[in-house]
């Protein structure tokens, strides 16, 4: 459930007024409606009942209504104990990971962005490890973090890795299946795309690094994207394009490591190409923060409060990425809301 969304459930069951509390919280009573289903569906029971005529709490909402007004002053006493913090020292916390990805490197960026407003007394400075690629893969960079050269680490992980163990760690979001195309290519100008907008267009499968390794070798990737300029990042369903896919004659597809998509210059325009970023096996990808061992909990507390806040903008205002020419890294994207 979304911490935020709590103010606005707050708002509602003292007003019992849709209306009302959407000019209160600036927001359009859609909106506001669809955030209070978003909670009932998380917590499995209906809040307020609308059906005579008039919203009131049902026995549930009451009792949440107790314990969001604690929540709420929990929060409120945790901003006031930092306060000091925030005015006395700077605190600079080194961060490490895929940020390759263009979905994890917005989410750095987002994050760095929002601590400027939401905790002035952090910032953070991205250490890097090199490997053929110019990837960071998990082991590298949570090498670095239970080594205590970083305190941060952001990654895709599955299930049974070990890592969930050793790290503390907080769940993110899942990263959703992503394009990538040349400027003046039409599918630009989609938020969403289908398997049906693919037709005529070659596809270029990006797997992870290994596998591509032994089949092609680092020369043949280059030359590939040499041909590409990236330039949009789509969001789809990962699903339905994994199943059409694996309709594709393989020789259709070209493989190519999800790695090197922000590692080229793509200077060529009016390319009849389609970078399609997503493994068939793992076509959604869960993201993870992982802490270093014995960072204050303080941090860890003010770091969750950031990236929680991070994350409902990801889940709910439809985010795409934009990829820019200058230099790949954490200065090279942007987001634009779509909404």
Do not use: W
Not at 31 to 59: C, M, N, P, W, Y
Not at 86 to 107: A, H, R
Not at 198 to 207: F, I, K, S
Not at 236 to 257: K, N, R, V
């Amino acid at each position: 459930m979304h911490l935020n969304y709590l103010a606005d459930f707050i708002d509602l069951a003292n007003t019992l007024n849709f209306s009302a509390s959407a000019k209160n919280l600036n927001v359009s009573q859609s909106t506001l409606s669809r955030h209070i289903q978003s909670i009932e569906r998380d917590i499995g029971v209906q809040l307020f009942d609308r059906t005579s005529g008039k919203t009131t709490l049902t026995a549930a909402g009451k009792n949440l209504y107790q314990k969001a007004q604690q929540i709420e002053d929990s929060i409120a006493e945790f901003s006031y104990l930092i306060k000091p913090m925030s005015q006395s020292q700077m605190t600079t916390l080194y961060v490490s990971g895929q940020t390759i990805l263009p979905s994890v490197n917005l989410f750095f960026s987002t994050m760095a962005a929002q601590a400027r407003i939401q905790q002035s007394s952090l910032q953070f400075q991205y250490r890097g490890a090199h490997s053929f690629s110019g990837e960071i893969p998990p082991q590298f960079s949570l090498d670095l973090l239970r080594s205590g050269e970083i305190d941060l680490a952001i990654e895709t992980m599955g299930e049974g890795s070990g890592y969930f163990e050793t790290f503390d760690y907080l769940s993110l979001y899942e990263e959703k299946l992503s394009f990538v195309v040349s400027p003046d290519n039409p599918l630009l100008h989609k938020t969403h795309v289908h398997p049906k907008d693919l037709a005529g267009y070659t596809t270029t499968h990006l797997e992870m690094f290994p596998k591509t390794k032994e089949r092609y070798g680092n020369s043949d990737v280059q030359r590939g994207f040499d041909a590409l300029r990236v330039d949009k990042v789509i969001v789809s369903d990962a699903l339905e394009i994994s199943a059409y896919l694996s309709q594709l004659d393989p020789t259709e597809i070209i493989q190519f490591p999800a790695s090197l998509c922000a590692l080229f210059p793509f200077g060529a325009k009016g390319t009849n190409s389609i970078i399609l970023n997503v493994e068939r096996s793992h076509s959604i990808n869960p993201i993870y923060l992982f802490f270093r061992a014995g960072l204050d909990p303080l941090i860890i507390q003010m770091i969750t409060s950031l990236a929680l806040t991070v994350r409902s903008y990801f889940y709910e205002e439809g985010y795409s990425f934009l990829v820019h020419e200058s230099e790949a890294g954490l200065a090279s994207l942007c987001c634009e809301n779509n909404t």
